[in-house]
């Protein structure tokens, strides 16, 4: 198999688009088409500085390299982020995490702010899960996006990437399809803008498969976490791995099924979500962000209230 470029020795065949590319072919085809994903989608404007989420994993690690290589040419600026959720259960996961997060900080040159949950709001994830009902990953999701948002903000940031990649937007949009929760399908976006007091988020790597962003971080010896998460749901556990397997296998009987399934959604499907009713957003009476629940102040300061011992009735009514 050779680079049908340069005819020297390939390191990845894309089926999609009949390619066989060597390692120096590779990343510049995939930096190339990430700027483009970027331009096409209105992701970053120059003069916008760019947060990037990095949970030390292959997706995140390959997004800050690229986008670091992409800022210099579209002038805008990069800096980083890592959230130490504190998820360990005998694995060190959230250290190692954070370790190999900070080493790419280093390799790109970029400003950077690490953050530990347990410091900054008194709890870590592990402690949440036997005192919470929701799944643990629902706690997690909630708590980054939260901590994501706040930490962008203070450190200057205007737009906040994140590194969810083809397989995991191709498999958003099936579970979507699946359950018919179109709430959940319209909130699915490649850029949501930044309104209601949030920050506007990208997701440069939406058209970017996880067989290319694995490759990128192998051939550009990017360092980064093998492991994973050990809340991480085991195969032939929850519907949504069994969808993530379907997905993947159809992928390999149809070349470009998730590229089309991803494009389509957001270029034909979803504009159709504008016109649902939105939910009245509240405003939180801890913290000032918008709520969408039907109480007075948001899930993550619900949360952090029942984590850090408190009532949140008392906080509500100011006791
Ligand atoms: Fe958080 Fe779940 Fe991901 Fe682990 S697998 S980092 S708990 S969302
Ligand atoms: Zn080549
Ligand atoms: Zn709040």
Redo the contacts with the bound molecule.
Sequence with gaps: MNCKRCGSKAVIRIDYANLTLCAEHFSEWLETRVEKTVKDYGMVAPGDIVAVAV?GGKDSTTLLHVMKKVSERMKFDVVGINID?G?DRGTKYSSLSTELAVRNFELTGVNYKVVKLKETHGFT?DETKHRVKRP??ST??LV?RYVLDEVAKEIGANVLATGHNLNDMAVFVMSGYHTGDLQNLARLRAVSPGENGYIKKIKPLFLTSEKETTTYALVNKIPFLLD??P??PKVGGPTSDKLRRMVELTEEEIPGFMLRLVENFERRIRPFFEDLPRFNLGKCKVCGKPTNSDRDICSFCALKIKMNGGEVSNVVSGE
């Design positions: 949970s959720l998820i994830i643990v990953c997690c999701g980054k994973s998460c809340n991480n």
